[in-house]
């Protein structure tokens, strides 16, 4: 007996759905990995020339200013308002201590200080008043747990303004995630392009100060780092939330993390410390609560 056209109708409908989500997931996956090459640009050789207290902001106005020359041309309705400048200047400082932070210390514990940011947003939102699942309790916990034992050990050595640089860096971007959640009605890449031109204004008159001005080498580089670790994933990123949710969307990009101090420790041979790993271990493990275990468990609720 061969089906009806209405039933025929809804089985591609769902094989339609499925292959969109599909594809949402591997463009979320592929922005994860790029942007997990940003230590394999941080560390690289070339730029054992720059003094390392000088390093995170020349890297941070390069690479915001090569992300800017290829996030312009998308930009379709800019328009100001007053919420813009706080959010540019979130993303500023989290540009500078997030580079400053893998400049002076480990891939590892840079990216994983940055990755506290959801506890960040939770105690935001208690300021904000903002309604707050319970559920957002588990990476609060398991993220102070987890930097409380980084710290423990590397407050002793010498990688100190590295490790305040890595929680700054946390504590900006969740400025930034609050900041663009209240601007989510605003063109994506109007933000984006936005945060990133803020970044490079912010950083200039460090780099006219220091007068290093980079080799042809460097340049090519630094033209990699903005356009591929930074501008092309944000973009990817756009798609493929087109098609899946952001809840999905953050679980995926738990491969960033993961990934970044293994390509460090691959392509540079940076070994993470042994504390670094296990608070990055309680960081995770939060998340992964959070993000993946507990949305299967509870009933799904609308995704803000």
Known sequence: MSQSPVVREDEQHLAAAGSGKLRGRLLVLAAAVLWSTSGLFAKAPLFADWPAESRGPLLAFWRAAFALAVLLPLVR?????????????????????????????????AIWLQFTAPAWVFLIG????????RRDLVP?????????????????????????????????YAGVVVSMRRLRTEDSAWLVALNHAASAAVCLPWVVARGLWP???????????????????????GRGLRTISGQEAVAIGLAEPVLMPLWVYLVWGETPASWTLAGAALILGGLVVRYIVLPRRLPQSPDP
Not at 151 to 161: D, N
């Open 215 to 237: 080799s042809a080498a460097q340049l090519l580089v630094l033209a990699a780092f903005g356009t591929f670790q930074m501008a092309i994933p944000y973009v990817l990123l």
């Open 140 to 172: 609060l916990v398991c993220g102070a747990l987890g930097v409380g034992t980084i710290l423990l050990f590397e407050v002793r050595g010498q990688s100190q303004a590295g490790v305040a640089a890595g929680l700054a860096s946390g504590l900006t």
């Open 126 to 133: 208690l300021v904000l008043r903002e309604r707050l699942a």
């Open 77 to 109: 309705r800019p328009r100001w308002r007053p919420a813009l400048l706080p959010m540019g200047l979130c993303f500023a400082a989290m540009n500078l201590t997030y580079l400053t932070a893998l400049s002076l210390t480990t891939a590892a514990n």
